[in-house]
Every structure is written in C-alpha cells, then in structure tokens.
C-alpha cells in the first residue's frame, strides 16, 4: 500500500498539466493548488481505504481528466445562473423577475460609469436620487408621489413606522398574512411600533368592525394583499372605496400593501384581473406599497406611490436611508417604468409581462421546437413528448391561477425521473423542473427558446451522454 501513495502524481506536476486547459488557466492558481491537494487527499484516503489497489489508477493520464472535473466543478462561482423550467414566472427562489435588456443595459452604464446618481446637472450642485424615478411612477400610477425603497417588506415596514408608530392601525383578521421567507404582516406591524387593531372573522370582516375598532389612538386603516393565500366560500372583505369613505369620514389614511401590485391589465390571460396600481390610486388609497421584482418586472425594490403630504413625510423618516436603493436599481428600475410608458411595449419587452401573456399557440409552438432539440441531441435515452399542463404566476401574484401552457416531458430509460430531476441540479448549467405524471417536465414559458441547447446539454449530462 504504502508503494502506491508513492505513484500519486504531485501537486506541481498536476497543476502544469492543468493549466494547458484554456479555461482552467484563468481560475486563482492558489484555489486550484488547493483544489488539486483535496483530490489528492481523497485519492490516499481511497489508498488507504483499498478503493485504489493498483498502481495504473494513479496514473496521470487517468487522474488528470477526473481532476479537471474536479477543480473546474469546485472553483466555479456559487451564485450561479439556472434554466428555469418550472412554469413559475415570478419564482423567488430563482432570482424572481428577468430584466428587460434596457434595464439590463441601464444597470450595466450606472456600473461602468460615474452618473448623476445624487446631482442634479440643472444647478450643478447636489440632487435627489429619487428623482429619477419619481415623476416616471406618479405619470405611470396617477399619484401625487412617490419613493422607492429596498423591498416591499421594508416599503412596508417604514410607513408604518411613519404614520403609526405607537398608535393603532386596523387590519382585518381575513389580511394577516405570512406570505413565506419569514414575513409576517402582524411582525412587521409590531417591528415598526405600531399596534396592529385586528377586526373582523377570519372570513368575512365589514365596514361596521372597521368603524367600531376606530378610537383616539388610531393613526390608519390598512388593507394587505393576502399575496399566495385565497380566501374562498363564505367570504367577504370591505372594498378600497368603503374603506375610503370610513377615513374621511374620520380623518385617517387608509393604507395598502398590494403586495405584487401590477401596472398592467391582464385582459384575455384567463387570468382574474386584480386591480392595478393605477385603480387603487385612483379609488383613494393614502399610500400604496408593491414590489418592483415580481409583475412589475423589473429589479428588486420597493415602491411607495400616494398623496403627498404622507409621501414626503415617509421621505424624512432617517429610517429612509437604512432602506435606500443603490444605482443598479435605480437604472434597472428607471428602464422598466419607461417601457411602461407605452403599455404594449411593456407588454412585449418585460420578460415578466411577456410570460405571463404568452398565448397557448406561441407555447405549443415553442414546446415543439424544444422537444425537436432534445429528441436530435438525446436520441434513444429519452421519451419525449408534449402534453397539456399550466403555469403559474408566482410571487404571490394570482394565488392559485392556472394558465394553460404546453409541456415537454421527459422520460429517461435508464434512470428514474426522480434521479434525473436530482442530477439535473449538478449540470452546467443546472435545470430546475418538475415531475408531473411520471414524466420530467419542462414548460417553455419560463425558458427562451435560444436556451433550448442549453437544456439539451444539461439534460445531455444529467443522463451521461454529454
Ligand atoms: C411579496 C409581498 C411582500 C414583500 O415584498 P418583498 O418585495 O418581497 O419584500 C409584502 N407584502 C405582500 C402582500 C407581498 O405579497
């Protein structure tokens, strides 16, 4: 035994080798050196385990394939991009929103370039860098302001502790959610000081439980988007417009956490409208919050629209700049709302938009130049085949909605669907699917058709073909 740890090559040798390979030359060599030591350690340990037995396995020629393996599946970055075959549009686990290339565009100028980030190049000296974005979201939303903060938790979390720090706010048991990544909005509630004032049933909550929970100390109403939640059967929540009447009438803002909130009318989707944000502006809410990553479409942030004299008082809260955006978002999020500027140009240049509308023929259409691909590239392997399935939304938007979409599914001989949906996450680059009937399925709509080769290649080497 002790002759054969003698045969493993050393570090020096193997690191020459190695860098001959173009795209392990530019790894940190110190990461490689390292790297190459774990190998050789696992390889004395198989010596001493009496895994390794002969001589010959240690041979360079036969450890160097496997070694570069080895070292170019460690030393790759963590953060790494996915193909997303899920069908789930918005999916926070996957990055949620894809931006559109002018976003994309925006966000690498701000990086590469100084900007007028913070000045304002009317006066030459210092300026606002909400402005950017601003008058963009009040044109958009009809509101008389706006601000934009680092998520929508956090959109939530600073104007209530604005408006209602110490004093009660009244929710409706029906709208205390937990929408999942720890947050709850009765947490969130009591995080920023303010005494949430439950009213109603689970259920069914009126106007009358609003009205009676109203005391001295009661600074607004609120109502929350029950985001990936739905409230079916005997049921009953008070609209936005009694909900305004009952604050004028008492003189107190009525607040609104749309969750996912949405600048676009789903018509024609089989999708059930929500009311967008441009409708609940105009029904009267005080001030609204929704995200900027999920329909919205563009980067993670959290905007608030409303009357002025709230919005500006939400703007001098110090709390504003623990929660401030940085300028990759304010690009990101600038390009976005400019497409929205004409909504059927949003509608085809926001890839969020433009997966959520994505019609049946286009997908069944797509599906079929996928399975084209994968049966040329993966020949006798796999089953393929198309079926009827649905997508989903995602990011709490539309809780339970399906939208007909058309699938590829694959099905493997040699392995199980299950062990090939588990091998599809250690592939470059890794696919995430679904397994439904039996088969691995793959839905187009998450998925660009010019990274149809790419599934084929992941697929390729999840079932040892690559
Ligand atoms: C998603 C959501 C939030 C949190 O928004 P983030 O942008 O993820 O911070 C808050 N409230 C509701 C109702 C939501 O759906």
């Given amino acids: 035994m002790s002759q054969l740890f003698r045969h493993l090559p050393s570090v020096d040798i193997v690191l020459a080798e190695l860098e001959r390979d173009e795209s392990l030359r530019c790894l940190p060599r110190p990461l490689v050196r390292d790297l190459i030591n774990e190998f050789l350690d696992i390889k004395r340990e198989e010596i001493r385990s009496g895994v390794v037995s002969e001589a010959g ?36 686990n996957m990055g949620r929103s894809l931006l559109a290339r002018e976003a994309v565009e925006a966000v690498s100028k701000a990086c590469a370039h100084y900007s007028n980030l913070e000045f304002d190049l009317e006066t030459g000296e210092r300026g606002s860098r909400y402005s950017h974005v601003e008058k963009l979201l009040c044109d958009i ?35 205390l959610v937990e929408i999942g990544g720890s947050f709850r909005i009765p947490d969130v509630m009591s995080k920023s000081g303010a005494i949430l004032r439950e009213v109603g049933a689970t259920n069914r909550t009126h106007v009358h439980d609003y009205e009676r929970a109203i005391g001295d100390n009661t600074a607004a109403l609120m109502r929350v988007h029950t985001s990936n939640f739905r409230l079916i059967g005997f049921t009953k929540e008070v609209s936005l417009e009694e909900m305004r009447q009952l604050g004028d009438r008492y003189g107190l803002p009525v607040l609104e956490d749309l969750g996912s909130g949405s600048l676009f009318r789903f018509d024609g989707t089989g999708l059930i409208n929500e009311p967008t944000v441009q409708e609940v502006v105009a029904q009267g809410a005080d001030v609204v919050s929704f995200s900027g990553d999920k329909v919205l479409g563009g980067p993670q942030a959290g905007i608030i629209v409303g009357r002025r004299e709230w919005i500006e008082r939400i703007k001098r809260n110090p709390v504003n700049r623990a929660l401030r955006i940085d300028k990759m978002t304010l690009a990101a999020l600038e390009a976005t709302l400019r497409l929205y500027l004409d909504m059927d140009k949003a509608r085809e240049s926001v890839p969020t938009l433009n997966m959520i509308t994505m019609d049946y023929k286009t997908l069944r259409g797509r599906a079929g130049r996928l399975a084209k691909t994968l049966r040329a590239e993966l020949g006798d392997a796999a089953d393929i085949a198309i079926r009827k399935g649905v ?8 809780p339970e909605q399906d939208i007909a979409t058309s699938l590829v599914a694959v099905n493997p001989k040699n392995i199980s669907v299950r062990e090939l949906k588990k091998r599809l996450l250690d592939t470059e680059p890794p696919l995430v699917g679904r397994i439904e009937d039996e088969g691995f399925c793959l839905d187009p709509r998450t998925l660009d058709p010019r990274e149809n080769g790419l599934a084929a290649k992941a697929l390729k080497q999840a079932l040892g073909i690559a």
């Fill in 57 to 92: 396995e240690l041979a360079l020629g036969v450890l160097l394939p496997r070694l570069a393996a080895f070292v170019r599946a460690k030393a790759r970055p963590h953060f790494r991009r996915v193909l997303n075959v899920t069908g789930v549009v918005v999916h926070t």
């Fill in 141 to 175: 939303t009809g509101a008389e302001a706006a601000l934009v903060v680092n998520n929508n938790a956090a959109a939530v979390f600073i104007m209530l502790e604005t408006l209602a720090k110490g004093r009660e706010v009244v929710v409706s048991r029906g709208q």
């Fill in 391 to 398: 997508s989903r939304v995602g990011g709490g938007a539309f």
